[in-house]
């Protein structure tokens, strides 16, 4: 899981310049329900085959918590609504 995760976040940091041309997408499962969190990714990237590592990576920890019947708080990650630039690192923005 950690080489997983690595992979997809190493393609993911990028210099933050315009942030009309970033996304968010929700990734990892907790065990509880929902995602363990948001990263936002560069649109000037291979965004499907980062996607699908993203993907990847959420069923992989699916599996792996319930094979290992691992626990995790209940609580819900609020969404974000927008992705600004912030000293050029992509920085989520909140409600």
Same mark, same amino acid.
């Given at each position: 899981? /950690?080489?997983?995760? /690595?992979?997809?976040?190493? $393609?993911?940091?990028? !210099?933050?310049? *315009?942030?009309? /041309?970033?996304?968010?997408? #929700?990734?990892?499962?907790?065990?509880?329900?929902?995602?363990?969190?948001?990263?936002?990714? !560069?649109?000037? @990237?291979?965004?499907?085959?980062?996607?699908?590592?993203?993907?990847?990576? /959420?069923? %992989?920890? #699916? @599996?792996?918590?319930?094979?290992?019947? @691992?626990?995790?708080?209940?609580?819900? $990650? !609020?969404? !974000? $609504?927008?992705?600004?630039?912030? *000293?050029?690192?992509?920085?989520?923005?909140? %409600?």
């Amino acid at each position: 899981l /950690t080489a997983l995760f /690595t992979e997809f976040t190493t $393609i993911a940091n990028e !210099p933050c310049t *315009d942030a009309e /041309t970033w996304e968010f997408v #929700a990734y990892g499962s907790k065990a509880c329900g929902g995602p363990q969190g948001y990263i936002a990714y !560069p649109t000037t @990237i291979d965004v499907e085959n980062f996607l699908m590592l993203v993907e990847n990576y /959420t069923a %992989e920890e #699916a @599996i792996y918590n319930s094979n290992y019947g @691992i626990v995790s708080t209940c609580d819900v $990650i !609020p969404s !974000p $609504i927008d992705v600004i630039c912030e *000293d050029e690192v992509a920085v989520l923005m909140y %409600e």
